[in-house]
């Protein structure tokens, strides 16, 4: 049997206003009480109520439509930050469109095609910058055209940044490692170009420093966040440097493939090596042992972003700092410790 639509007149009903005053705060047009508004856009989420999309564009001569740019759309921590970002837009009423790749195949920026054809109201850069590429994107989008980034173009002015504070949650984890005795512990970045890999290292050099332990080039190992790289990281710790007692990764595949190296060179996990791992993403819960890792908010910072996004779209005024949410280290056997969760405030 199908499932009766739901209606604008459903909505009003059961907020308890009228069609019109409905209408207005899908429309943003006129001027609704806070209360009010609250009450409609309770009442849409509710009923799951989806706006005919073409017809609240012509009423308002607008295209509700939110750009988003994402370098990896097979990726699980892009893919989670999307279905953030799409709950929160769809509950406000907008759509997106979605491009899974800085440039085309000729060189043209994706984002000039994707803003002329869509005329989209805002923009959502779901990308991890590095030095060398820190502008491109920007190359031709308009001054006017609201921004939000979780971790593309730090420098820039006029664009909201919203994510986790890397440097502070890669000290934590390893200020944990330290509070477990250990000294001599060995860490593998992501790509060193890229500002998430520095900010992570940098809470990582901070830790050992403030524990009055001198940190050594030799106990770095660069990778490039795929598990191939965890594993040819620490074989190549091993042979550089050997009799490292910790090791963080700086994201949940390298320490994966950390934790198979260690094994095949025979080192057990923990009782040898501690690991702790970044992202605590699904499988990590079932790695051999289950890994200890740093909780990143995916699904939340991708909803929260889209949610700032379409504040700016609103007029209202950007934050005056990049907005981090919280993450907490999840405990588990890796690193020898007993399980649990730990907020990191």
Known sequence: MNRKKTTIEDVAARAGISRQTVSRVLNDRGVVARETRARVLAAIKALDYRPNASARSLASRRTYLLGILTADLSDYTHARILEGAETAAREHGYLMFISGAER??????????????????????????????????????????????????????????????????????????????????????????????????????????????????????VGDWSSASGYRAVLELLDRSPGFTALFAQNDRMALGALQALRKSGLQVPQDVAVVGFDDIPLAAYFAPPLTTVHHPFYEVGSRGAGLLIDLIDGLPAPSAPVHLETELVIRCSCGARSKSVPMH
């Open 104 to 221: 085309s195949l000729t060189g043209e920026p994706l984002h000039s095609r994707l803003l002329s054809q869509h005329q989209a109201e805002g923009l959502f850069i779901i990308y991890h910058g590095a030095d060398c590429d820190s502008y491109l994107i920007f190359d031709d989008i308009p001054r006017d055209l609201p921004v939000v980034t979780i971790g593309y173009a730090q420098d820039r002015e006029n664009v909201v940044k919203v994510g986790i504070a890397n440097s502070q949650a890669a000290r934590w984890a390893t200020e944990h490692l330290l509070r477990l005795g250990h000294r001599r512990i060995a860490h593998i970045t992501g790509p060193q170009e890229m500002y998430e890999s520095q900010e992570r290292r940098l809470g990582y050099v901070e830790a050992l420093r403030q524990a009055g332990v001198v940190p050594e080039d030799c106990w770095v190992a």
